[in-house]
C-alpha cells in the first residue's frame, strides 16, 4: 500500500509547488547534508539504470537450435551420416550452424538498445551538498539533492525546478518534440502531458540555454527515461510472418514425411513382402527425397540478397528476417519530427497589416521565394514585408552557415528561420549586422516571452526591435505599419490572424518596433511596455519532406496505411498530416485520451484515427500493440529514446541513422541512412520482391522433392527396384536443385507490386494455388523419370545404367521447370521470360557442367554408381523434358484467371 502512495505521488510532481516538494522530500533549497545524502543513497541506490537479467551466451546459443525445421534438417543431416554420405552431411551440419550463428549474433545485438540507453545518463552534476555547490557524479545523487542546471548539461535526474533564468530544455528524445521547451516553476494539471510538465527537467535531456535548479525528485529506474529502459526490458519481439509460417510449414512437412515413411514400411513388408531391413532402407530414401535440405539456405541468402539491395537504397537491414516483414507491412507509424517532416523550424507565412504572403523554401536553405496568391513578388516592392525581414533578422542571435553543400544554423532553430527568412528577402546576414550594429539588449525569458535589441544604422538613428508571442507582443502595441506609415491597431484583426495561422499547424511570432532618439546606447524595459508598432506576424513550422509525401502516396497506392505519432500540439500533428495527405481529416487524439481508452476501445481507435499527438512511450507502444491485435503487420519508424521500445515491439522498427539516438538504432530492425521516410517506401517494394522470390523458390524446391518422393513411393507400389538411390537423392537435392533455386532469389521486381494489397500474414505459406502447382508438377516430374526409367529397364539397360538415365531425367526437369517459375501466373514464352535473368542462366550452365562431370567421370561413377548414357537417352531426356515444359505453360493459361483473383489489387481512386 505504501509503494502505490509512494509511486501515485511520483507520478504527480509536476501538480506540486516547490515548497510541497520541498516539504515532501524533507529537504530545502540549499540542499541535503553530506550524512542524509549517504542515508538516502542506501534507501534509493545509485542513480543508474539498473541492467536487465539476461540469458548466458550458451542459452542464446541452444536457442537457436529450437525450431522445427532446425530438427528435419538434423535428422536429414544424421540420415546422411548414417548413408556414409559425409560431404552432404557436412553441408545439410554447415547450413544449420551458419543459421543458429547469425540469429545469436542478432539476438546480441539487439540487447544493446537497453546499454544504449544507460548511456543516455548524465556522468557529472552541479549539486548543493552542506551548503555549498559542488560538482560530483551523477551516481550518487538521491531524491532531495539540489541540482544546477546550465546551456550544455544534460540533466542528471528528474528534476522539480523552483528556479530559472531563460531555461531551455531540448527533450526530443522523449516527446518527439522539435522545438526546445520553456520551463518554468509553475504547477501543471495533474493530466498534462510528458511535453507539457514544464516545471520538471527529465533525466537525459540536454539544457539548450540558460539556467535553473531544481531538486531531485526520481533517480535510476523511475525516471522517466529509466522507465523507458524498463519497457524495452519487457518488450517481447515478435516473430516475423515468414518464421511464424515456415514453423507450421516444417511441423506439417514432418508429420506428414514421417506418416508416408511408416506407410510405407507396413506396405511393402504386408503387400510385397519385402524385409524389414530392406523396407528400412526405402523408407530411409523416401525421407531424404521429400526433405527440402537446400531449402533454409535458399531462404537466408535471398534475404541476405535483399539486405544488399536495400542497402543500396539507404536501408540499412540489422535483422535478417527484417526484409521479408517488410513486404507484408501493412501499417506504417511514423514520428513526426525528423522522420516526416525535415527537423528545421522554417517561416512559411508571412502576416501584414495589409496583405498575407506565403513563403516558399524548406528548411535551412536560404532559396525560396514570396508569394501573394499565385503571384511571385519581389520583397522590395513590399516596404512592410521588408522592414518586417529586416527587424527578424537583426532581432537575432543565430547565425547561418553552409558546409558541404548543407546549410545549417547556430542557434535557436526559431531564430534560424527568421534568418534564412531575412536572407530569402534579399539581405545580406553580416552586412546588415554591420550597417545596423547592435548596442543592447533585452534576452528572451520565459517570463515576459519575448527579446527587444537596440541598433543605430551609421546616420545615429536609433530603432529598438521586439519579437515574441503575440500574447506578449499585442498588449504592447498601439499601432501597425501598413508600408509608409503607421495607424491604430486592431487588435480583433490580429487575433484572428494568429487563429487562422495556428490552424495550419504553425507556431505564431509576433515582430514589432518602435524609432528612438539619436545616441541611445542601452535599452530598459519601459521603453517597450508600450507604444509599439507591430510589423507583423510570421508563421513558422517544421516543414514535411516533399520526397515524404510522395512516399505516403506510395504506400497509400500498396494498400499500407500510415499513422503519425508524436509528442507535438494536436494542431500541428493534423496540419501535418493534412499536408502531407496521411488524412483528409482534422481530428487528431491525444495521449490523455488514449489513457482513459481501454484495450478494447484502442483497438478500435487505432483503426480510426491516422494523427496521435502529445503521446509518450507507453502511448506509442500500446498502439502499436493495439494495431498487432487488430491483425496488422507493423513497422514503426523513430529517433528518439522515447521510441525505442515501440521500436522493440513493432514488427519492423525503423530508426533514423542521422538524427536517431543510439538507444532507437539499437532496438530497430532498419536504419534508414538518409533518414528519410521515403525510403521505407523503397524497402517494402524490394520486401514484397524478397517474398515473391522467395514463394518461385519454394515452389520450385517442393515440386521437385515432391517428384523424388512419389518416384520411390512408385517404385514400393509397383515393387521394383528404387529408380533413384538416396545417394543420388542427395546430389541432386543439395548439388543441382539448390544451385536452380539460388538463381531464383536474383529475380528483378514483378510490375504491380506496388499496386497489391499487403499480403495475409495469417494465410499458410503454401496456397491453394502452390498446393495444385506442387502437386501437378511433381506428378508430372515422376511420370518423366518413372517413365524413362522403366523404359530403359524395358530395353535390357542394366539397373546402373536405368538409374543414370532417371537421374539426369529429374535434373533436366528441374532446368526446364526453372525457367517455367520466373513468373508464377504469366507466360515466360518471351525474350524477357527465357532470357532475363542471367542468373538462371548461369544456373543452368552449371547445373548441366555438373551433370555431365557426374555422368562421365570415372570417379563418379565409383561414388555414385552410375554409368556412361548415350545420345539416343539423352535426346529421350530432352523430349520428356520439352513436353512438362509445354505442359506446365498450358496449366498457367487454364489457371491464370483463379489465381490472378486470389491476389487482391488496392483500389485505385
Known sequence: MDTQKSDQKSSLWHTHNPQDTFTELDTSNDGLTHQDAIKRQQQYGPNRIPEPPRRSAWMRLLSQFHNVLIYVLLVAGVVTALLDHMVDAWVIAAVVVINALVGFVQEGKAEKAIDAVRKMLSRQATVTRDGHRTQMDAEVLVPGDVVFVQSGDRVPADLHLFWVKDLRIEEAVLTGESVPVDKNTTPVDK?????????????????????????????????????ISAMLAQVTQLTTPLTRQLDIFARWLTGIILAIA??????????????????????????????????????????????????????????????????????????????????????????????????????????????????????????????????????????LHETDDEWHIVGDPTEGALTVLGVKAGFDAVKTHLERPRDDLIPFESQHRFMATLHHDHDGNGMIYVKGAIEAILPRCDHQWTGDQDKGLDRDFW??????????????????????????????????????????????????????????????????????????????AAAIANQMGITTSRDAITGSELERMSDEELQQAVL????????????????VTALQAQEKVVAMTGDGVNDAPALKRADVGVAMGIKGTEAAKEAAEMVLADDNFASIAHAVEEGRTVFD?????????????????????????????????AAQILWVNMITAVTLALSLTFEPTESGVMHRMPRNTRAPILSRFMTWRIVFVSLLMVAGT?????????????????????????????VVYLVNTRYLNES????????????????????????????????????????????????RIVLVALVVFILVELEKKVMRPFTRAQIPQVEQS
Not at 793 to 814: I, P, W
Open 191 to 227: 493530466d498534462a502531458a510528458l511535453g507539457d510538465r514544464c516545471n520538471i527537467a527529465f533525466s537525459g535531456t540536454l539544457v539548450t540555454y540558460g539556467q535553473g535548479l531544481g531538486v531531485v525528485i526520481e533517480t535510476g529506474a523511475k525516471t522517466e527515461i529509466g522507465r
Open 262 to 399: 511408416a506407410l510405407t514400411v507396413v506396405f511393402g513388408v504386408y503387400v510385397h513382402g519385402f524385409t524389414l531391413d530392406e523396407m528400412f532402407m526405402a523408407a530411409v530414401g523416401l525421407a531424404v527425397a521429400a526433405i527440402p535440405e537446400g531449402l533454409p539456405a535458399v531462404i537466408t541468402i535471398a534475404l541476405a540478397i535483399g539486405v544488399q539491395r536495400m542497402a543500396n537504397r539507404h536501408a540499412i537491414i540489422r535483422r535478417l528476417p527484417a526484409v521479408e516483414t517488410l513486404g507484408s507491412v501493412s501499417v506504417i507509424c511514423s514520428d513526426k519530427t525528423g522522420t516526416l517532416t525535415r527537423n528545421e523550424m522554417t517561416v512559411t507565412t508571412v502576416v501584414t497589416a495589409d496583405r498575407t504572403v506565403d513563403v516558399t523554401g524548406v528548411g535551412y536553405n536560404p532559396h525560396g521565394s514570396f508569394m501573394l496568391g499565385e503571384e511571385d513578388i519581389d520583397p522590395n516592392d513590399y516596404p512592410a514585408l521588408r522592414k518586417l525581414c529586416l527587424a527578424g533578422l537583426l532581432c537575432n542571435d543565430a547565425s
Open 495 to 572: 487575433k484572428a490572424q494568429q487563429r487562422r495561422i495556428a490552424r495550419r499547424g504553425q507556431r505564431t511570432l509576433a515582430i514589432a518596433c518602435i524609432p528612438t532618439e539619436n545616441g541611445r546606447r542601452s535599452l530598459r524595459f519601459d521603453e517597450i511596455e508600450s507604444g509599439l508598432i507591430l510589423l507583423g506576424v510570421v508563421g513558422i513550422i517544421d516543414p514535411p519532406r516533399q520526397e515524404a509525401i510522395e512516399a505516403v502516396k506510395q504506400c497509400h497506392q500498396a494498400g499500407i496505411s500510415v499513422k503519425m505519432i508524436t509528442g507535438d500540439h494536436s494542431e500541428t
Open 608 to 623: 480510426t484515427y491516422d494523427v496521435f499527438a502529445r503521446a509518450s512511450p507507453e502511448h506509442k507502444l500500446r498502439i
Open 693 to 725: 522470390n522467395i514463394k518461385k523458390s519454394i515452389l520450385f524446391i517442393l515440386p521437385t522433392n515432391g517428384g523424388e518422393a512419389l518416384t520411390v513411393m512408385a517404385a514400393i507400389a509397383l515393387g521394383t527396384m528404387l529408380p533413384v538411390t
Open 786 to 814: 518413372f517413365g524413362l526409367f522403366l523404359w530403359e529397364m524395358d530395353a535390357g539397360s542394366s539397373l546402373e545404367y536405368s538409374r543414370t538415365v532417371a537421374v539426369n531425367t529429374l535434373v533436366m526437369l528441374e
Open 828 to 875: 515466360v514464352l518471351s525474350r524477357e521470360g527465357l532470357f532475363g535473368n542471367r542468373y538462371v542462366l548461369m544456373a543452368i550452365a552449371l547445373v548441366l557442367f555438373f551433370q555431365l562431370i557426374f555422368t562421365y567421370t570415372p570417379l563418379m561413377q565409383t561414388f555414385f554408381r552410375v554409368e556412361s548414357i548415350d545420345m539416343a537417352s539423352w535426346t
